[in-house]
């Protein structure tokens, strides 16, 4: 029986990995240090697993480990138990999705949860299921949201108090942003949080006075349809009790359709909850603050990236997050209040810059135009805007090094032409109302790895890859920032310097998240190859500047053997 004690200690047990993000945290950081930099080159595979057949595409999932056995999710809504000593299949799972489902941004799953004597995973036609961990049995099968509105799902669930606690996606079909609290033994819903003002939550079956309900920053009617999706999960800050969840963009991009006028009077067109963090309450579901990154937001920029808590130079407790505008902030942990911000990619231009309140300082210029308003017809003026759409981080977690004290933060440097077009909104179909082409800043590379000090802004290193980053980071006390890149590589990189002490060719492109342990005495390391995301699917040229490898899925678990770290 994992338990809730279990689970609120996986950041500091090191023979098992029983949280997304080792720990509810997510600071992704091992304690672990048998695996070292004085030794890292004598890691070697030890075993590895295909995940078969021809539902290969973007593998983005990070393991669990517990007992003995690995569970990893696969793109297509698949479920695997693995032997972690042998490296051979216990049981696998496929929830075989229905023709017709309409993810935005490629079929991928992030991962499983483990509580009791389940596992749980989420399905890209939004449903959640638990499974009996031992035999793959289904226990309970719930439907989270209705696919054919454009709702699916792809984040790893969070388990917090007995609570399985998930997000939702579908931000580009102008679905509403939700968190749902369900018992993880029935399943059944305890309660349920939307995200864009005016629509109502539940508590324990009954609409509730939940705060936040007021449609107060969304003029006319674009908050029915307004987006803010819940999609990448969230992260829980044990120290005052709160779950971390990020919304996307509203629905639609073009921010002309969700109020008149540039820019609407006062804060009036703000679109609150979209592109904003939110701190709920996990014993009922209410707003305890929120921080939105991007007000009226109108470039993609979802403000869902993970929310790390970390205990500041000073001895202050923070939250930092690396936001897809091009920002990386810090928060207060109590409540959620601005405290400090600094760009860390390149040449940002649809903002000067952050103000003491944490607001953006817009370039309105680099807004793209309004379509109704435009000389040629349909078309809006078309903007060049850095950074692109995808961000200048996406999806893929960061991680924070007790050791060093800095972020370890997967970035990419490019701007993108984006304009605006009319549409109108249409159960089930996408809802952008804009277009765009993705373009690189620089000739030699997109990638940047970045070691930032959450104190100052400084960058301490960087490290440059060709492609644009997709995959997890990891940092352990050994002194090793593990990722990979979409050539394919495994690296471990030297937390202090940047410089790539080991890398390991897998044979498709990394997108998963790195994770350790240890078992019998040795230290492991797996990761999950397979090559796709967002980027192949709407990168343009940009995801074609590399020769990138074939699509696949193959977890790879690495160990570093007993002799070596005995000799060290
Ligand atoms: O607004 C949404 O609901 C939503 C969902 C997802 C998703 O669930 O994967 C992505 C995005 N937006 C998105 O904007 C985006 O860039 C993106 C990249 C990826 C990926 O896995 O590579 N997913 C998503
Ligand atoms: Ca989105």
Redesign the pocket.
């Known amino acids: 029986q994992v338990t809730e004690e279990d689970l609120a200690k996986d950041a500091d047990t090191v023979g098992d990995v029983l949280t997304n993000g080792l720990g509810r945290g997510l600071q992704r950081y091992s304690p672990l240090k048998t695996l070292n930099r004085n030794n890292v080159q004598k890691l070697v595979p030890a075993w590895a697993f295909s995940l078969g057949g021809e539902k290969q595409r ?1 593998q ?1 999932s990070q393991p669990i480990i517990h007992d003995g056995v690995m569970y990893i999710t696969g793109s297509y809504s698949r479920i695997f138990a693995i032997d972690i000593a042998t490296g051979k299949e216990l049981w696998q799972y496929d929830a075989r999705l229905p023709e017709g489902i309409l ?4 079929v ?1 799953n992030r991962g499983a949860a483990i509580y009791g004597d389940n596992v749980y995973f989420g399905t890209l036609d939004a449903r959640l299921i638990a499974l009996n961990r031992k035999t793959g049995r289904v226990v309970w099968n719930k439907k989270l949201a209705e696919y054919k509105e454009g709702y ?1 799902y ?1 984040a790893a669930p969070l388990i917090v108090k007995g609570l399985i606690i998930t997000g939702n ?4 079909f102008g679905v509403v942003g939700e968190v749902q609290a369900r018992d993880a033994n029935t399943g059944e819903l305890v309660w349920s949080r939307p995200t864009i003002e005016g629509h109502k939550g539940t508590f324990q079956g009954k609409e509730s006075s939940m705060t936040g309900t007021l449609n107060a920053t969304w003029p006319g009617d674009a908050w029915k349809t307004g ?1 803010g ?1 819940t ?1 990448l999960g969230g992260s829980y800050d044990a120290d005052t009790d709160t779950l971390i969840f990020g919304a ?2 509203p629905s639609p991009w073009n921010s002309h359709l969700r109020g008149a006028g540039t820019p609407v009077e006062g804060n009036k067109g703000d679109n609150l909850y979209a592109a904003t963090r939110l701190g709920i309450d996990p014993a009922n579901g209410e707003i305890k603050w929120h921080f939105q990154t991007t007000p009226r937001e109108g470039w ?1 920029f ?1 403000g869902v990236n993970e929310v790390v808590p970390f205990v500041a130079a000073d001895g202050a407790k923070r939250l930092a997050t690396a936001d897809r505008n091009g920002y990386f902030y810090i928060l207060n942990r109590e409540d959620g209040k601005f405290v400090n911000a600094w760009p860390f990619v390149k040449n940002i231009n649809w903002a000067k810059g952050i103000d003491k309140d944490g607001r953006p300082i817009y370039v309105e210029e680099n807004r793209p135009g309004n379509p109704a308003a435009a000389a040629d017809g349909a078309k809006g003026q078309q903007v060049f805007a850095v950074p692109s759409f ?1 961000g200048g981080k ?2 893929m977690p960061m991680a924070y090094s007790q050791k060093t004290g800095l972020f370890y933060v997967p970035s990419n440097e490019w701007g993108m032409d984006i304009w605006n077009e009319p549409i109108n909104y249409k159960k089930g179909a996408a809802y952008l109302g804009a277009g765009f082409t993705i373009k690189p800043l620089f000739e030699d590379y997109i990638g940047s790895l970045k070691a930032i000090d959450p104190n100052t802004g400084a960058i301490r290193w960087e490290y440059k890859n060709a492609a644009p980053l ?1 995959g997890g980071v990891m940092t352990t006390a050994g002194g090793l920032v593990f990722t990979g890149n979409p050539e394919g590589e495994f690296l471990a990189l030297d937390d202090e310097t940047g410089e790539v002490l080991w890398k390991f060719q897998t044979g498709s492109g990394i997108v998963g998240q790195p994770v350790t342990w240890e078992h019998g005495g040795e230290q492991y390391v797996s990761v999950i190859s397979g090559w796709g ?2 980027v192949p699917l709407w990168g343009g040229e940009v995801a074609k500047k590399v020769n990138y490898l074939n699509q696949g899925g193959m977890v790879w678990t690495f160990r570093l053997p007993k002799e070596v770290a005995a000799a060290n």
Request: proline fraction near 4%; include cysteine.
């Open positions: 973007g983005e993810p935005c941004c490629d991928v699916s792809t996606s579908g931000g580009e987006g999706a999609w996307g963009n993609d979802d995808l996406n999806w997709w995301g967002a």
